[in-house]
Protein backbone atom coordinates (compact mmCIF):
# COMPACT_ATOMS: atom_id res chain seq x y z
CA UNK A 1 0.00 0.00 0.00
CA UNK A 2 1.29 3.43 -0.97
CA UNK A 3 1.48 5.48 1.75
CA UNK A 4 0.95 9.25 1.54
CA UNK A 5 2.23 11.56 4.26
CA UNK A 6 0.85 15.42 4.25
CA UNK A 7 2.82 18.35 5.85
CA UNK A 8 2.60 20.53 7.99
CA UNK A 9 -0.71 18.97 9.81
CA UNK A 10 -1.79 22.57 10.28
CA UNK A 11 -0.60 25.87 7.69
CA UNK A 12 -1.69 29.02 10.01
CA UNK A 13 -2.04 31.80 7.13
CA UNK A 14 -3.75 35.34 7.01
CA UNK A 15 -6.18 36.10 3.47
CA UNK A 16 -3.68 37.36 0.80
CA UNK A 17 -0.83 35.08 1.72
CA UNK A 18 0.39 32.40 -0.20
CA UNK A 19 0.29 29.10 0.53
CA UNK A 20 2.45 25.72 0.26
CA UNK A 21 0.87 22.21 0.87
CA UNK A 22 3.26 18.98 0.29
CA UNK A 23 2.38 15.68 0.09
CA UNK A 24 5.06 12.93 -0.44
CA UNK A 25 4.27 9.20 -1.02
CA UNK A 26 6.04 6.32 0.28
CA UNK A 27 6.98 5.23 -3.45
CA UNK A 28 6.37 6.95 -7.17
CA UNK A 29 3.08 7.43 -7.81
CA UNK A 30 3.94 9.12 -11.23
CA UNK A 31 2.40 12.09 -11.95
CA UNK A 32 -1.33 10.03 -11.04
CA UNK A 33 -1.92 12.03 -7.45
CA UNK A 34 -5.11 14.35 -6.72
CA UNK A 35 -5.52 17.30 -4.73
CA UNK A 36 -9.57 17.88 -2.94
CA UNK A 37 -10.24 20.18 -0.56
CA UNK A 38 -12.84 19.81 2.38
CA UNK A 39 -14.83 22.27 4.29
CA UNK A 40 -17.28 21.33 7.75
CA UNK A 41 -20.01 19.30 6.85
CA UNK A 42 -19.32 19.33 3.03
CA UNK A 43 -18.55 16.61 0.88
CA UNK A 44 -14.59 17.09 -0.50
CA UNK A 45 -14.09 18.87 -3.99
CA UNK A 46 -11.47 17.40 -6.58
CA UNK A 47 -9.29 20.39 -7.44
CA UNK A 48 -6.19 19.00 -9.11
CA UNK A 49 -5.72 15.41 -10.94
CA UNK A 50 -3.09 14.05 -12.22
CA UNK A 51 -0.42 16.34 -10.66
CA UNK A 52 -1.36 19.76 -11.88
CA UNK A 53 -4.34 19.67 -13.86
CA UNK A 54 -6.68 21.89 -12.51
CA UNK A 55 -10.76 20.64 -12.44
CA UNK A 56 -13.77 22.38 -14.20
CA UNK A 57 -14.48 25.33 -12.57
CA UNK A 58 -11.05 25.67 -10.21
CA UNK A 59 -9.99 29.37 -9.76
CA UNK A 60 -6.74 29.67 -11.23
CA UNK A 61 -5.24 30.54 -7.65
CA UNK A 62 -5.12 26.72 -6.94
CA UNK A 63 -1.66 24.86 -8.89
CA UNK A 64 -0.70 21.61 -8.42
CA UNK A 65 3.32 20.31 -9.22
CA UNK A 66 5.61 17.55 -8.90
CA UNK A 67 6.15 13.92 -9.94
CA UNK A 68 7.31 10.86 -8.21
CA UNK A 69 7.03 10.91 -5.26
CA UNK A 70 6.81 14.76 -3.78
CA UNK A 71 4.30 16.96 -4.35
CA UNK A 72 3.23 20.66 -4.04
CA UNK A 73 -0.28 22.37 -4.01
CA UNK A 74 -0.24 25.92 -4.00
CA UNK A 75 -2.67 28.44 -3.46
CA UNK A 76 -1.35 31.56 -4.48
CA UNK A 77 -2.93 33.93 -2.64
CA UNK A 78 -5.63 33.37 -0.27
CA UNK A 79 -9.18 33.92 -0.07
CA UNK A 80 -11.69 33.36 2.99
CA UNK A 81 -13.52 30.39 1.14
CA UNK A 82 -10.01 28.21 0.73
CA UNK A 83 -9.72 28.13 5.09
CA UNK A 84 -10.44 24.43 4.49
CA UNK A 85 -8.97 20.56 4.67
CA UNK A 86 -6.89 19.60 1.92
CA UNK A 87 -6.45 16.32 0.91
CA UNK A 88 -4.00 14.02 -1.19
CA UNK A 89 -4.80 10.92 -3.31
CA UNK A 90 -2.95 8.71 -5.29
CA UNK A 91 -4.49 6.89 -8.29
CA UNK A 92 -1.24 4.93 -9.27
CA UNK A 93 -2.12 1.40 -7.48
CA UNK A 94 -4.72 -0.04 -5.91
CA UNK A 95 -5.70 0.10 -3.03
CA UNK A 96 -6.12 3.88 -3.66
CA UNK A 97 -4.73 5.79 -0.92
CA UNK A 98 -5.64 9.37 1.03
CA UNK A 99 -3.11 11.47 2.69
CA UNK A 100 -4.07 12.59 6.31
CA UNK A 101 -4.74 16.49 5.47
CA UNK A 102 -3.62 19.43 5.59
CA UNK A 103 -5.72 22.26 7.45
CA UNK A 104 -5.20 25.22 6.66
CA UNK A 105 -6.32 27.97 9.34
CA UNK A 106 -6.80 31.43 9.42
CA UNK A 107 -4.08 32.84 11.31
CA UNK B 1 -26.58 18.52 -13.21
CA UNK B 2 -24.85 15.89 -11.83
CA UNK B 3 -26.17 14.48 -8.39
CA UNK B 4 -25.64 11.54 -5.88
CA UNK B 5 -28.11 11.17 -3.40
CA UNK B 6 -26.94 8.33 -0.62
CA UNK B 7 -29.16 6.51 1.88
CA UNK B 8 -29.12 3.47 3.88
CA UNK B 9 -27.05 4.36 7.02
CA UNK B 10 -28.51 4.60 10.62
CA UNK B 11 -27.70 3.33 13.94
CA UNK B 12 -26.91 -0.99 13.73
CA UNK B 13 -25.70 -3.28 16.59
CA UNK B 14 -22.35 -4.98 16.44
CA UNK B 15 -22.29 -7.75 13.90
CA UNK B 16 -25.21 -6.25 11.86
CA UNK B 17 -25.83 -5.15 8.47
CA UNK B 18 -26.67 -2.65 6.75
CA UNK B 19 -27.37 -1.73 2.47
CA UNK B 20 -26.15 1.75 1.47
CA UNK B 21 -27.69 3.57 -2.02
CA UNK B 22 -26.38 5.70 -4.21
CA UNK B 23 -29.15 7.42 -6.59
CA UNK B 24 -27.38 9.38 -9.72
CA UNK B 25 -28.51 11.59 -12.05
CA UNK B 26 -27.25 14.58 -14.60
CA UNK B 27 -24.72 11.96 -16.13
CA UNK B 28 -25.01 9.17 -18.34
CA UNK B 29 -24.50 6.19 -15.20
CA UNK B 30 -23.27 3.58 -16.84
CA UNK B 31 -20.20 5.24 -18.40
CA UNK B 32 -18.10 6.17 -15.25
CA UNK B 33 -16.93 3.28 -12.69
CA UNK B 34 -18.37 4.28 -9.24
CA UNK B 35 -16.41 4.69 -5.75
CA UNK B 36 -17.32 4.26 -2.39
CA UNK B 37 -15.35 6.39 0.31
CA UNK B 38 -15.76 6.89 4.33
CA UNK B 39 -14.72 9.12 6.77
CA UNK B 40 -15.02 8.11 10.57
CA UNK B 41 -15.78 11.36 12.74
CA UNK B 42 -13.05 13.63 13.48
CA UNK B 43 -10.85 11.89 11.12
CA UNK B 44 -9.58 12.00 7.13
CA UNK B 45 -11.20 9.88 4.09
CA UNK B 46 -10.48 6.71 3.47
CA UNK B 47 -11.09 4.44 0.07
CA UNK B 48 -13.43 1.88 0.28
CA UNK B 49 -14.38 0.45 -2.65
CA UNK B 50 -14.78 0.97 -6.18
CA UNK B 51 -16.98 -1.05 -8.93
CA UNK B 52 -16.23 -0.73 -13.08
CA UNK B 53 -19.04 0.20 -15.08
CA UNK B 54 -19.89 -2.92 -16.27
CA UNK B 55 -20.43 -4.38 -12.20
CA UNK B 56 -17.63 -7.03 -13.93
CA UNK B 57 -14.38 -5.10 -11.92
CA UNK B 58 -14.33 -4.95 -7.70
CA UNK B 59 -12.02 -3.57 -5.70
CA UNK B 60 -12.26 -3.43 -1.80
CA UNK B 61 -9.85 -1.71 1.22
CA UNK B 62 -8.31 -4.69 3.05
CA UNK B 63 -10.16 -3.32 6.08
CA UNK B 64 -13.42 -3.96 4.59
CA UNK B 65 -13.15 -7.33 2.28
CA UNK B 66 -14.93 -9.95 2.89
CA UNK B 67 -17.50 -8.41 4.91
CA UNK B 68 -18.84 -5.72 2.31
CA UNK B 69 -19.72 -6.02 -1.56
CA UNK B 70 -20.04 -3.21 -3.89
CA UNK B 71 -22.86 -3.28 -6.65
CA UNK B 72 -24.69 -1.26 -8.88
CA UNK B 73 -27.96 -1.64 -10.99
CA UNK B 74 -27.34 0.55 -14.17
CA UNK B 75 -31.38 0.30 -15.46
CA UNK B 76 -31.60 2.47 -12.34
CA UNK B 77 -28.86 4.68 -12.21
CA UNK B 78 -28.00 3.51 -8.89
CA UNK B 79 -24.72 1.87 -6.53
CA UNK B 80 -24.86 -0.11 -3.58
CA UNK B 81 -22.87 -1.05 -0.64
CA UNK B 82 -23.63 -4.10 1.31
CA UNK B 83 -21.98 -4.23 4.31
CA UNK B 84 -22.45 -7.27 6.69
CA UNK B 85 -20.57 -8.07 9.86
CA UNK B 86 -20.35 -4.51 11.47
CA UNK B 87 -18.01 -3.22 13.68
CA UNK B 88 -17.18 -0.33 15.66
CA UNK B 89 -14.47 1.09 13.52
CA UNK B 90 -16.73 1.24 10.55
CA UNK B 91 -18.70 3.76 12.05
CA UNK B 92 -18.64 6.74 9.27
CA UNK B 93 -19.92 9.27 6.93
CA UNK B 94 -19.76 7.20 3.75
CA UNK B 95 -19.68 8.92 0.30
CA UNK B 96 -20.59 7.93 -3.35
CA UNK B 97 -18.78 9.33 -5.88
CA UNK B 98 -17.98 9.46 -9.61
CA UNK B 99 -15.64 8.92 -11.22
CA UNK B 100 -13.79 11.60 -13.33
CA UNK B 101 -13.56 9.79 -16.18
CA UNK B 102 -13.15 6.19 -17.10
CA UNK B 103 -9.81 6.01 -17.10
CA UNK B 104 -9.01 8.06 -14.06
CA UNK B 105 -9.97 6.89 -10.42
CA UNK B 106 -10.34 10.73 -9.02
CA UNK B 107 -13.38 11.55 -8.01
CA UNK B 108 -15.27 15.30 -9.51
CA UNK B 109 -18.73 14.48 -7.79
CA UNK B 110 -20.08 13.45 -4.35
CA UNK B 111 -22.95 12.71 -2.51
CA UNK B 112 -23.63 14.29 0.76
CA UNK B 113 -23.12 11.21 2.78
CA UNK B 114 -24.46 8.84 4.77
CA UNK B 115 -23.86 7.96 8.21
CA UNK B 116 -23.72 4.96 9.99
CA UNK B 117 -23.12 4.02 13.12
CA UNK B 118 -22.08 0.69 14.82
CA UNK B 119 -22.79 0.54 18.51
CA UNK B 120 -24.69 -1.52 21.10
Same mark, same amino acid.
Given at each position: ??????????????????????????????????????????????????????????????????????????????????????????????????????????? | ????????????? *? %??? +??????? #??????? =????? /???? *? %??? +??????? #??????? =????? /?????????????????????????????????????????????????????????
Amino acid at each position: EIVLTQSPATLSLSPGERATLSCRASQSVRSYLAWYQQKPGQAPRLLIYDASNRATGIPARFSGSGSGTDFTLTISSLESEDFAVYYCQQRSNWPLTFGGGTKVEIK | EVQLLESGGGLVQ *P %GGS +LRLSCAA #SGFTFND =YAMTW /VRQA *P %GKG +LEWVSTI #STSDVIT =YYADS /VKGRFTISRDNSKNTLYLQMNSLRADDTAVYYCAKHYSSSTSVFDYWGQGTLVTVSS
